[in-house]
């Protein structure tokens, strides 16, 4: 594993409610990435930050922020679930290296199911 | 826009059978294309990086390929635990985002 743990592993909410998902490295990698995976749509891209405190949207960020206060955790919030939101969440990181190139690793995932 | 397209959905082989899934992608400026494995209730798992066209990487049972428009990953006698959806990814020179294809799903029969 690439020390990344994601929390909590599984959750059910209700339409309405702001929701938390946390991603956790011990990697000490610069970069973090919340993906979100959908049948017929693949990994799309919802936030990502290449530093503490610095961020930038995906394809994918409409109802959804992120906070990175410290470099090993990455905080993707649902301000006010919807049932389109319902989806498994990815947190990935990558490290910065010589030409920059290196690939992104990937925790395990949560699912999240809006009722 | 970047954008990569995985073909076929699904495929299912018999053990030993040999095959070949197709990545084909639209990058402005490859920065690297990406292979991943992804077993059920799991997260990706990445396999190869390729960066320039006419490179191959190999690992076990699989060899990735590259050209400037697709990328193959050749599955040679594959077996059941060879079982998985595959991912490809590019990343362009327009930033730090990464374009993921929806995956092909491959199924080994014993």
């Known amino acids: 594993d690439a020390g990344i743990t994601q929390s909590p592993r599984h959750k059910v909410t209700e339409t309405g409610t702001p929701v938390t998902l946390r991603c956790h490295q011990t990697?000490?990698?610069?970069?973090m990435y919340w993906y979100r995976q959908d049948p017929g749509h693949g990994l799309r891209l919802i936030h990502y930050?290449?530093?503490?405190?610095?961020?930038d949207k995906g394809e994918v960020s409409d109802g959804y922020s992120v906070s990175r206060s410290k470099t090993e955790d990455f905080l993707l919030t649902l301000e006010s679930a919807t049932s389109s939101q319902t989806s498994v969440y990815f947190c990935?990181?990558?490290?910065?290296?010589?030409?920059?190139?290196?690939?992104?690793?990937f925790g395990n995932g949560t699912r999240l199911t809006v009722t | 826009e970047d954008q990569v397209t995985q073909s076929p959905e699904a495929l299912r082989l018999q053990e030993g059978e040999s095959s070949s899934l197709n990545c084909s992608y639209t990058?402005?400026?490859?920065?690297?294309l990406f292979w991943y494995r992804q077993d059920p209730g799991k997260g990706p798992e990445f396999l190869f990086t390729?960066?320039?066209a006419g490179e191959e990487k190999e690992k076990e049972r699989l060899k990735a390929t590259l050209t400037k428009k697709e990328s193959f990953l050749h599955i040679t006698a594959p077996k059941p635990e060879d079982s998985a959806t595959y991912l490809c990814?590019?990343?362009?020179?327009?930033?730090?985002?990464?374009?993921f294809g929806t995956g092909t799903s491959l199924t080994v029969i014993p």
């Open positions: 990935a990181i990558r490290g910065a290296q010589t030409g920059d190139n290196s690939p992104l690793h």
């Open positions: 990697e000490n990698h610069r970069y």
């Open positions: 930050s290449y530093g503490v405190k610095d961020t």
């Open positions: 990058v402005s400026g490859l920065r690297g």
């Open positions: 390729l960066y320039s």
């Open positions: 990814a590019v990343r362009g020179n327009t930033g730090n985002q990464f374009y």
